[in-house]
């Protein structure tokens, strides 16, 4: 019985060292091969092992980070959903970064060379992406801050735009004339930006017109309320007003002040209102004058 024992005690001791030496020591090669560079601490070592090792980091952070953004966004709105997807894909890639940086460092590379021998790099690569960087910050600052919004109507460089696109590096809006004008986020946080819409969605225009001096100045200030009252697409509450504006060299000057909730379309209304200006005023005999000089010549006779 106790030969038996001792038997199987040996065959037991076989089979771990088998296991331990051969095949385990056959995974640990497999795991250790791949280049190594350089001796003692300063070596690196770029195995199937550390590769593994980043991969399945990569995997468990990959399945961490949706866990979070599916605990984030359960209360949110479909476009509050959208916005923090935009930010969290960022903060994502940061995270592979850093994981990628402790997996390798866990793995026995002193990740301090990696650094400074690429520290030349990545200072080039600050300089010549420093605008980049500025344009994803921005449209952090957008989203975050809720600063634009899709169909908000902007003011950039002149050119007013219907924003419909708001992406993590740009937006993108389309002008009056069917032109996609892409903007760049930093644009937001560096320029002055008019956003004709983000207080509300009515926005007050006006028209200046002048007419002739002796014009009965009550005449004119009721025909121009009635166009205003009658146009398409004005608003009659806040009701539209007309102001006498000033005594100007010509003319006298008067303003038509009206609210649309489509300032996006007022070129068209304000051409339709001048239109009818025009012929409203020629019906009711009411001049519009153009500038005048007098000019006086003085001839000077030079005695011979």
């Known amino acids: 019985m106790d030969k038996v024992l001792i038997m199987v005690q040996d065959g037991s001791n076989k089979l771990t060292d088998i296991i331990e030496n051969d095949i385990g020591g056959s995974i640990k090669e497999f795991l250790n091969w791949g280049l190594h560079i350089g001796q003692g601490d300063n070596s690196i070592n770029i195995t199937i092992g ?4 980043i991969t399945i980091a990569f995997i468990i952070t990959s399945f961490v980070l949706k866990w979070l953004r599916l605990l984030f966004t359960r209360k949110m709105g479909q476009d509050d959903k959208l916005k923090f997807i935009s930010v969290f894909k960022f903060i994502k890639y940061m ?6 940086l402790i997996t390798v460092s866990a793995a026995g590379i002193n990740i301090t060379i990696l650094i400074t021998a690429s520290a ?12 980049l960087f500025q344009d994803i910050i921005g449209g952090i600052f957008i989203i975050v801050d809720k600063s634009l919004s899709v169909g908000d109507i902007v003011e950039v460089d002149g ?12 937006t993108r809006a389309i002008t009056r004339d069917d032109k996609v004008i892409i903007i760049p986020n930093h644009k937001f946080i560096s320029d002055i930006i008019y956003n004709y819409t983000q207080n509300h969605k009515t926005t007050r225009e006006n028209i200046r017109i002048g007419v002739a001096y002796g014009s009965d100045v009550e005449l004119v200030t009721r025909v121009l309320e009635e166009i205003m009252q ?8 806040p009701e539209p007003f007309v102001l006498f504006e000033d005594f100007g060299d010509s003319a006298l000057l008067f303003s038509l002040n009206f609210y649309l909730n489509d300032s996006f ?5 304000k051409s339709e209102v001048r239109y009818k200006i025009d012929a409203r005023f020629r019906d009711c005999k009411i001049a519009i004058p153009f500038p005048q000089r007098d000019v006086h010549l003085f001839q000077h006779i030079k005695n011979q």
């Open 50 to 53: 550390l590769l593994l090792a």
């Open 95 to 100: 995270v592979y970064v850093v994981v990628v």
């Open 159 to 170: 050119k007013v735009g219907k924003v419909f696109e708001i992406k993590l590096r740009t």
């Open 230 to 237: 009658t146009q398409k697409g004005i608003l009659k509450n």
């Open 265 to 269: 379309g007022d070129p068209k209304i």
């Open 120 to 131: 030349a790099l990545f200072v080039g690569l600050g300089l010549a992406l420093q605008e």
